[in-house]
T-cell receptor
């Protein structure tokens, strides 16, 4: 079974631009969560989608948004990029979406904002 | 106080020895506990999950959970150089997919 895939793997953007990242979960997984990983803050939860609905959101500004499609694929968008948005963005999927199910991570998208 | 705390290390263990990694959490409502391994430049890889008090063994790995003490640990037996990585402890509440991570413990296995 194929794992979680994320595209693109690397991205370089300029301050003020916006970016869209994509995530395809493991087949059959309906819950998709997004995380940001930086050296200073570690791994931080952005938001979680289940059945096309955002169920939970972390403490990030409104510039960070996401959505999920009917096939469980998910996208996240960051508008008006800031230098501090440079990070590894990770997507994770889980089977059931109850908090008791295991989350599997994709390879991540490395975003650099200049 | 951080929600999930780990000793950042680095923790150095001789090859073949037992590596012991510890994690404490502050939210008594935490229900699910996970250990992830992350190699440098890679994404986290799930290696263990534990939901009930006690021990759970999987190959060379044993996870231990003590909810009364709000403590979870990971033991790696017969440590191999390939076990050298950062180990992340993560917790969630029941019905909530939000993983709260510790800062990770960097483990180095010395040949």
């Amino acid at each position: 079974k194929a794992g979680v895939t994320q595209t693109p793997r690397y991205l370089i953007k300029t301050r003020g631009q916006q970016v869209t990242l994509s995530c395809s979960p493991i087949s059959g997984h309906r819950s998709v969560s997004w995380y940001q990983q930086t050296p200073g803050q570690g791994l931080q939860f952005l938001f979680e989608y289940f059945s096309e609905t955002q169920r939970n959101k972390g403490n990030f500004p409104g510039r960070f948004s996401g959505r999920q499609f009917s096939n469980s694929r998910s996208e996240m968008n960051v508008s008006t990029l800031e230098l501090g948005d440079s990070a590894l963005y990770l997507c994770a999927s889980s089977l059931v979406g109850t908090g008791r199910s295991e989350q599997y991570f994709g390879p991540g998208t490395r975003l650099t904002v200049t | 106080q951080k929600e999930v705390e780990q000793n950042s290390g680095p923790l150095s263990v001789p090859e073949g020895a037992i590596a012991s990694l510890n994690c404490t959490y502050s939210d008594r409502g935490s229900q699910s506990f996970f250990w992830y391994r992350q190699y440098s430049g890679k994404s986290p890889e799930l290696i263990m999950s534990i939901y009930s008090n006690g021990d759970k063994e999987d190959g060379r790995f044993t996870a231990q959970l003590n909810k009364a003490s709000q403590y979870v640990s990971l033991l790696i037996r017969d440590s191999q150089p390939s076990d050298s990585a950062t180990y992340l402890c993560a917790v969630t509440n029941f019905g909530n997919e939000k993983l709260t991570f510790g800062t990770g413990t960097r483990l180095t296995i010395i040949p």
